[in-house]
T-cell receptor, first 110, second 118 residues
Framework: GENVEQHPSTLSVQEGDSAVIKCTYS??????FPWYKQELGKRPQLIID?????GEKKDQRIAVTLNKTAKHFSLHITETQPEDSAVYFC?????????FGKGTMLLVSP | GAVVSQHPSRVICKSGTSVKIECRSL??????MFWYRQFPKQSLMLMAT?????????EQGVEKDKFLINHASLTLSTLTVTSAHPEDSSFYIC??????????????FGDGTRLSIL
């Protein structure tokens, strides 16, 4: 089955800095790569996603890049704010089920 | 956008009780829904795929007789934790979208159910 590795497990940045979270996957047939943000005790919320026919996608301060050859994709958050603090999960989908990374706890200090 | 409703949000009950959790897709029909379990500070682990009108597909290591799934309509799937024990205490989350008839939609999650077995 699919194997998803996510790094780092924790990330501390100062407000205004950029944050980058990386994921690698194993199944070259995977074609959909979403990122979810989960605040404590709440549901994961989709923040951005990318499909395999696209190399980069941006939505305001958030961007995702995908390298299909190397089988890795990254989440980039610019101008971080304290409210960006949460756990971020990458995920990979091949046929129908999502496989999640282990998560990155992002802490943005004022 | 797509909305998934899940309840109850919190259940506290005695060991041996069976607990039913409902998951509804509110503005789209979902032939497939997914049930996840999340332990504290861990990732989401897929338990089973719920298929409308047919048997659920369980992931390896998940007891199908322990976690009963029923997907009787295109908008409702239920998960029943039978004879729950303290080790079943966890955060259970359902999701829908991203497969079947709505494969072009992202997968959206319900609010989750925090189950505590005393």
């Amino acid at each position: 089955g699919e194997n998803v590795e996510q790094h780092p497990s924790t990330l501390s940045v100062q407000e205004g800095d950029s944050a980058v979270i990386k994921c690698t996957y194993s199944d070259s047939a995977s074609n959909y790569f979403p990122w979810y943000k989960q605040e404590l005790g709440k549901r994961p919320q989709l923040i951005i996603d990318i499909r395999s026919n696209v190399g980069e996608k941006k939505d305001q301060r958030i961007a995702v890049t995908l390298n299909k050859t190397a089988k890795h994709f990254s989440l980039h958050i610019t101008e971080t704010q304290p409210e960006d603090s949460a756990v971020y999960f990458c995920a990979v989908r091949g046929y129908s089920t999502l496989t999640f990374g282990k998560g990155t706890m992002l802490l943005v200090s004022p | 956008g797509a909305v998934v409703s899940q309840h109850p949000s919190r259940v506290i009950c005695k060991s041996g009780t069976s607990v039913k959790i409902e998951c509804r897709s509110l503005d789209f029909q979902a032939t497939t829904m997914f049930w996840y379990r999340q332990f504290p500070k861990q990732s989401l682990m897929l338990m089973a795929t719920s298929n409308e009108g047919s048997k659920a597909t369980y992931e390896q290591g998940v007891e199908k007789d322990k976690f009963l799934i029923n997907h009787a309509s295109l908008t409702l799937s239920t998960l029943t934790v039978t004879s729950a024990h303290p080790e079943d205490s966890s955060f259970y989350i359902c999701s829908a979208g991203g497969s079947g008839t709505v494969s072009n939609q992202p997968q959206h999650f319900g609010d989750g159910t925090r189950l505590s077995i005393l």
